[in-house]
């Protein structure tokens, strides 16, 4: 009778799991967070823990108002509990649960009171006030120091500068290509990853500071003297043009170099300046040293095939192998000749000198014919298979990019490229198995294509890249840049810009790799174009000739 009352016991409480709606994070899923999304894991992070709730849509692309954050905040920090005290909060109803947690936020200092008493929780949050509020409630907040630069370069006067730089060095967010965009109203994807960030270190982002980053190099501006600025200059020449200005001390992105003269970017605009009113100690305050006569730059060889260091410092060694003895070390910016290649190895001459080093780490230049001849370049049409991605009466994300992909592998074999397709059928490959094929395959770039959807008003184009993980994130922004401006302009579409996020092919590759999202299937303009056999040849011609610009580019 008792093991009757146990087994009955054991098959009601099984039927109750089977049955209920709290599922688990294995099994439950929003339908409109795909797992390529590369807030995939961290909204359903953050779901499991209860922070948002678990529906049939997360509306990832909906903008967050301010009781929505205030709420967030409150669970991620576990806080639900905390008293009420008696506080008036003028158009809120003390038995609401938008009072409930409008008074703990404002308790913990998540928010402030306005001038007339007023929480607005309504309001659709900037993300200047959202990074306030996670800074607090994380305690996240650098000072700005030469070893804690502002890297994100709008905010370098901002009243919450200290607290973006918190959430910076915190592995929150690095921004969108530099930018915080303080101004722009929040989303709700972009708040998960920012929570799940902020409560579990494995969703934070690598922070690497100015001086080691893999394919970024920063400088210190010393010119011996605080009222002495340093000149910017049109061209590596101290008779060219001045078009800016640097105090002593600025630290300087440095993305080349000709001889002394150093090339940098300022605010997305480039220039030169003189390497020896530089330091590339962050930290020294020495003053700097008299510079001598400025030498002519070093000439560079004459070959077929050049290769252009894309790192700040790469190891030549004796032979193909990472283990052969080191004979010299190159800069980024460098250029070398190219004498042969066997699958990830070059062999290279300067000078007199001939070594072996990895070709990730060189962007190879032809120096006649095409700049594509030859050139290893993976196409990987999204989606496939069981996985139809976006879908619009029909019309499928899958059968899209797979036209476009095919068109621009014409086009690449054309110029005599060397194209690697992930995908040439209606087949499903996963995305480890996407970057596997590239690398397994020695690519030297990498191009993903999508369509995008979300409410009937979002359309245009964005090209995306990593900097999280790839090494090669300098040399994706610039191929990124290419490829959106040719389809912005040949295909007339909006444009999204050019976008720092982790996605999972992108930020799994070494080499120049991005991500494009060609349109919107969910806007009826968008649609008209990515349905079009017209417009599929005009976006592969735009992609063809991104491609071409970024190799043409020397």
């Known amino acids: ?295 002519p730059p070093t000439p560079t060889p004459s070959a077929k095939l050049m290769g252009k260091v894309t790192v700040t410092n790469l190891n030549v060694r004796s032979a193909g192998n990472s283990s052969a003895p080191l004979v010299a070390s190159l800069k980024i910016g460098q250029k070398v000749e190219v004498l042969s290649i066997s699958g990830y190895w070059a062999k290279i001459r300067m000078g007199s000198t001939t070594g072996y080093v990895h070709k990730t780490y060189l962007k190879l230049l032809n120096q006649t014919g095409n700049p594509l001849r030859d050139r290893v370049i993976v196409v990987d049409a999204g989606h496939g298979g069981h996985d139809p991605g976006t879908v619009k009466s029909s019309q499928t994300e899958k059968t899209i990019t797979l036209n476009v992909s095919k068109k621009l592998e014409a086009k690449l074999r054309s110029a005599g490229a060397k194209v690697l397709m992930t995908r040439s059928t209606d087949k499903y490959y996963s995305l480890e198995e996407r970057t596997n094929f590239a690398k397994s395959n020695y690519a030297e770039a990498f191009v993903s294509i999508h369509v995008n959807a979300a409410g009937f008003t979002a359309k245009g184009t964005e090209t995306f890249y990593d900097s999280s993980s790839n090494v090669n994130a300098t040399e994706s922004r610039d191929l990124a840049t290419f490829i959106q401006r040719n389809i912005v302009q040949k295909a007339n579409m909006v444009d999204r810009g050019v976008k720092d996020s982790r996605f999972y092919v992108i930020r799994n590759n070494n080499v120049a790799a991005v991500l494009v999202e060609l349109g919107f299937l969910s806007n009826a303009d968008d649609y008209k174009k990515l349905t079009s056999e017209t417009y599929a040849n005009i976006y592969a011609d735009a992609i063809y000739q991104g491609l071409y610009q970024y190799y043409y580019k020397q």
């Open 1 to 295: 009778m008792n093991y009757f009352k146990w087994a009955t016991t054991i098959l009601l409480l099984l039927t109750i799991l089977i049955l209920s709606p709290l599922q688990s994070l294995a099994s439950f899923k929003f339908s409109d967070v795909p797992a390529e999304r590369e807030y995939f894991k961290e909204v359903h992070y953050i779901a499991n823990k209860g922070i948002v709730n678990k529906s049939i849509n997360f509306n990832p692309r909906d903008k967050l108002r301010r009781s929505h954050v205030a709420k967030m905040l409150v669970i991620a920090t576990g806080n639900q509990n905390v008293p009420l005290i008696n506080m008036k909060i003028v158009g809120l109803d003390p038995a609401s649960e938008q009072y409930k947690y409008a008074n703990i936020a404002l308790q913990k200092g998540f928010f402030i009171l306005n001038s007339n008493g007023r929480f607005n929780p309504n309001e659709e949050i900037k993300r200047e006030e959202m990074a306030y509020a996670l800074s607090v409630a994380f305690k996240l907040s650098e000072k700005v120091t030469a070893q804690k630069p502002l890297v994100l370069t709008d905010v370098s006067n901002h009243k919450y500068a200290e607290r973006i730089n918190g959430l910076y060095y915190a592995g929150i967010t690095q921004g969108d290509n530099k930018k915080f965009l303080p101004q722009e109203k929040l989303i709700r994807s972009h708040f998960a990853l920012f929570v799940a960030r902020a409560l579990d270190k494995q969703f934070a982002l690598k922070v690497k500071a100015p001086d080691q980053q893999s394919s970024v190099k920063y400088v210190k501006v010393k010119t011996g003297d605080d009222k002495d600025p340093l000149n910017v200059r049109s061209a590596p020449s101290a008779s060219s043009k001045i078009i800016d200005a640097l105090p002593n001390g600025t630290l300087v992105e440095v993305i080349g170099s000709t001889g002394v003269w150093l090339k940098v970017n300022i605010a997305g605009v480039e220039g030169y300046i003189h390497e020896y009113y530089t330091t590339t100690n962050l930290d020294s305050d020495k003053p700097a040293p008299i510079p001598p006569k400025p030498e």
